[in-house]
């Protein structure tokens, strides 16, 4: 079972999509479960995460409603105001969604101490009781206060977006790599190796530029707690889907087949829940 565990759908909106300016009018654009399919068979995935983009319900129904009416669509990976009075009743509600398997909030726009504020606490810790993952989506500066947030949750799943987006294209790794040999030994926490060609130079990154970066993931989390994720269409930005792809499975041939299948797809089954 291959899973692209980590990729983005939406009506684009240049109001509410405010993010994606001018240099990436790539992306100025509807991304649809019609246009990622193809690309899924072509690169012999089949089946796929849908994750929230937008911060809002309306985000989440959206992408529940597109996997109710696609199959491949597996599992999605939502958004609720975790910092909200009623996020149980939230939780609660959305229960009997199936495909709902996590939630995400847009951390690394938020200012300094917000995954330690009280009411953001208090929505991871209503997440355990409906078996709901929690995707964190951080810049490096941050890892000090995740490590705090996942060891006050051990019995949270957490996965960590984007490996942290280390600033690949300034060829910074030393800090990064610590806070990351830090965070991995919490055993709650798996990896997502996605999104990292956009923290390159977009038009003249070389792959041997990831090298350093993969070898210290896959040394502190292993195949064990890695999971793939293409970011499309959010990686169109610096290459299409294959060339995103190849980046990872050249860098995984090393490991045996059975440690290239986890990471390429088992290891997201199992974390998101993912039914046959």
């Given amino acids: 079972m291959r899973i692209d565990s980590h990729q983005h759908f939406w009506h684009f909106d240049p109001v509410r999509d ?6 990436m009018s790539v992306l100025q654009r509807d991304f649809l479960p019609k246009d990622l399919k193809p690309l899924l ?3 012999n995935f089949e089946f796929c995460i849908a994750v929230q983009a937008d911060s809002s319900e309306k985000e989440t129904e959206f992408l529940l409603n597109l996997a109710e009416r696609n199959s491949f669509i597996k599992g999605v990976v939502g958004w609720l105001d975790l910092c909200s009075d009623t996020i149980e009743a939230r939780l609660e509600y ?3 969604f199936e495909k709902l398997k996590g939630l995400r909030h847009i951390v690394q726009s938020e200012e300094k101490g917000f995954m330690l504020r009280a009411d953001f606490q208090r929505g991871i810790s209503a997440l355990e009781k409906y078996k709901l993952t929690y995707d ?3 810049y490096p500066n941050q890892l000090e206060e995740a490590i705090l947030l996942v060891e006050k949750f051990p019995n949270q799943q957490f996965i960590l977006d984007h490996c942290a987006k280390p600033y690949i294209k300034d060829g910074k790794i030393k800090v990064w790599k610590s806070l990351i040999e830090e965070l ?3 055993d ?3 990896c997502k190796v996605s999104g990292l060609t956009t923290e390159a130079d977009w038009t003249t990154w070389q792959k041997q ?4 970066y993969f070898e210290a993931i896959f040394d502190c989390f292993g195949p064990e707690r890695t999971i793939f994720g293409s970011d499309w269409p959010v990686s169109l930005l610096a290459g299409n889907y294959s060339t995103t792809l190849s980046l990872v499975e050249n860098y995984i041939q090393k490991f045996t087949k059975s440690k290239q299948q986890q990471i390429m797809g088992l290891n997201a089954k199992n974390l998101y829940d993912i039914k046959d």
Wanted: proline share 4%.
């Fill in 41 to 43: 068979k072509e690169n």
């Fill in 136 to 138: 964190i989506l951080i």
């Fill in 94 to 96: 959305f229960s009997k």
């Fill in 209 to 212: 530029q990831f090298e350093p």
């Fill in 188 to 190: 709650n926490v798996a």
């Fill in 184 to 186: 991995s030994a919490i």
């Fill in 18 to 23: 405010s993010w994606i300016n001018e240099d």
